[in-house]
């Protein structure tokens, strides 16, 4: 039995001895990702107040302060104030601008 465990604890040090995947190269992070693909991130913007900008109640997310602000023109319920269609394009819109 102890030469059972002897060989597993072996085994396993010998795994954590061997170097992982892509070891050779330095920890790239998100940043570093972006600005190798050029791409600039716009500043966060002050808010307004104290808010979230989500809760999720089951299968309903209620969003808040994710719009193009003024110029957002999906104000209104679904059904009563727009159409199915306008809402799918609102929604569009809104996954666009997170």
Do not use: Y
């Not at 808010?47 to 999720?56: E, L």
């Amino acid at each position: 039995m102890k030469a059972i465990f002897a060989a597993i604890f072996t085994a396993s040090l010998a795994v954590l001895a061997l170097p992982g995947p892509g070891s050779g190269q330095a920890p790239a992070g998100a940043e570093a990702r972006l600005k190798s693909l050029n791409i600039t991130l716009p500043a966060e913007s002050v808010p307004a107040a104290n808010f979230v900008n989500s809760v999720q109640t089951g299968k309903l997310l209620f969003l808040s302060g994710n719009t193009a602000g003024p110029a957002w023109v999906g104000k209104g319920k679904l059904g009563k104030d727009l159409t199915v269609e306008q809402g799918r394009e609102g929604r569009g819109k809104l996954a666009s601008s997170c």
